[in-house]
């Protein structure tokens, strides 16, 4: 991985590629930057390490879907199995 993990001196943000974890009131938020450039809120974490543990699952999440883009989940259209009615239910 090329990024690199940067904290600003004097702050609590925690900075790599897409993604930053900034001490906010005791709490860890974790947050991304979409295409427009604005900040999206992901989560909040008790502890740092939860929150590395959550930006290094979606760093590897992005990582696999580049190599393997036909990884993408996929949902199909199943129609849902209907259990039959119980007697006490009918009216």
Known sequence: MTDEIEMKPGES???T???SIEMSGGALQIF???ANGGRVWIANAGDP???MDI???LILV???RFYHPDTTPTFEDKPEET???PPFLKR
Do not use: S
Request: charged share 20%.
């Open 62 to 64: 992005e990582t696999k």
């Open 55 to 57: 930006v290094e699952g």
């Open 13 to 15: 943000t925690l900075t």
């Open 49 to 51: 390490q939860t929150a």
């Open 17 to 19: 590629g897409n993604y």
């Open 32 to 34: 991304t930057i979409d």
């Open 83 to 85: 259990a039959p009615v």
